[in-house]
């Protein structure tokens, strides 16, 4: 069973500075991951895709990395600004069993960026 | 707006009443989904329609009852719930089961029992 984690559970920064967010997931079977952004009480945007034999997608200010073998991936955010804060929640889509179109998600990081 | 549109944003029920959510999208998307997300739990996917067929009940109680009358919408009906079902309601969609271009969520319904 896919398991996705997600570190650190809650991160604070003055703005400005150049961050990362950890996600692995123990099953390397996948098919794709992508990185959302939930805004208290809302839905989810989503930020980028990476699929499974790609390394790295990069969005403006964003960057997620994508180790498939290590069952890593990480959301690099420069020169954070306040409205950079939200909770970052990564997917996986599995690529093996009859399921392989479920979403696994980690529990995010709520990220706090300060003036 | 995401393309994938929820109704009502809110919504508060007593644990008699009956009540259904709504999700509606026009992006061509041939596959939708019902989530629950729960205070510090990740999302939990509770059911997946694929041309308007369920292809998933994730072991939900029956107390859900959806509903995909064609491939643009998608409810979810609510009866005798139970005050820990409040949560927030996300629906999603994607081209279809096996494609590569990521889901889109809407906005959720904020759900309260009493």
Redesign the interface.
């Given at each position: 069973k896919q398991e996705?984690t997600q570190i650190p559970a809650a991160l604070s920064v003055p703005e400005g500075e150049n961050l990362v967010l950890n996600c692995s997931f123990t099953d390397s079977a996948i098919?794709?991951l992508?990185w959302?952004r939930q805004d208290p009480?809302?839905?989810?945007?989503?930020l980028l895709?990476i699929?499974s034999s790609q390394r790295e997608q990069t969005s403006g200010r964003l960057n997620a990395s994508l180790d498939k073998s290590s069952g890593r991936s990480t959301l690099y955010i420069a020169a954070s600004q306040p409205g950079d804060s939200a909770t970052y929640?990564c997917?996986v889509r599995g690529d093996s069993g009859g399921?392989?179109?479920?979403?696994?998600?980690?529990?995010?990081t709520l990220l706090t960026v300060n003036p | 707006e995401?393309g994938?549109t929820?109704t009502p944003r809110h919504l508060v029920m007593g644990m008699t009443n009956k009540k259904s959510l709504k999700c509606e999208q026009h992006l061509g998307h041939n596959?939708m989904y019902w989530y629950k997300q729960s205070a510090?739990?990740?999302?939990e996917?509770m059911f997946?329609y694929s041309l308007e067929e369920r292809v998933?009940n994730n072991s939900v109680p029956s107390r859900f009852s959806p509903e995909c009358p064609n491939s643009s919408h998608l409810f979810l009906h609510l009866h005798t719930l139970q005050p820990e079902d409040s949560a927030?309601y996300?629906c999603?969609s994607?081209q279809d089961?096996?494609e590569?271009?990521?889901?889109?969520?809407?906005?959720?319904t904020?759900l309260t029992v009493v």
């Open positions: 996705v098919y794709n992508q959302f009480g809302k839905g989810l945007t989503s895709l699929q929640l997917a399921s392989n179109y479920k979403l696994t998600f980690g529990k995010g | 995401t994938v929820q596959a510090k739990k990740p999302l996917l997946v998933e927030l996300l999603a994607s089961l096996r590569s271009r990521g889901y889109t969520f809407g906005s959720g904020r």
